[in-house]
């Protein structure tokens, strides 16, 4: 993640994965390791997939609707990459937010999930110290 003033942090999760569509892409989050973003993930945890035209939130409102962009939505969020790219200070959680790290009036200019496969250990692994994994 970045913002505006050239502060980068990162958020770590043990396991990240998305259930099928009959489980609603229902998201299933390990533990917060580190990063300095904070952990605003966890929150999301166990929730289904809202979007504008199919809300499966906890909320009394369509969440995606309310703040512009589909996600993990449980009662609305404590994080929201999807939400609207604006410059920097926001009104109240519109933008794209990481709570844990500058709140909800701030919308930040970059973030990205990268996820990887998990490794499967055996006789033949190569040793992760070993590994090189480059991203672009």
Request: with cysteine; net charge negative; aromatic share 16%.
């Amino acid at each position: 993640m970045e913002d505006f003033v050239g502060g980068f942090v990162h958020a770590e999760y043990i396991t990240f994965s998305i259930e099928p569509e009959f489980n609603g892409y229902r998201l299933l989050l390990g533990n917060y390791i580190d990063g300095g973003a904070g952990d605003s993930m966890s929150y999301h945890n166990g929730k289904k997939f809202s979007t504008f035209d199919n809300d499966q939130d906890n909320s009394g409102t369509n969440c995606a609707v309310t703040h512009h962009g589909g996600f993990w939505f449980h009662g609305c969020f404590q994080t929201n990459p999807n939400g609207l790219y604006t410059w920097g200070p926001t009104p109240y959680a519109i933008g794209v937010m990481w709570q844990s790290w500058k709140g909800f009036n701030y919308s930040l200019k970059s973030i990205t999930m990268k996820i990887r496969p998990r490794l499967h250990r055996s006789a033949t692994a190569i040793p992760e110290s070993n590994v090189t994994t480059s991203y672009h």
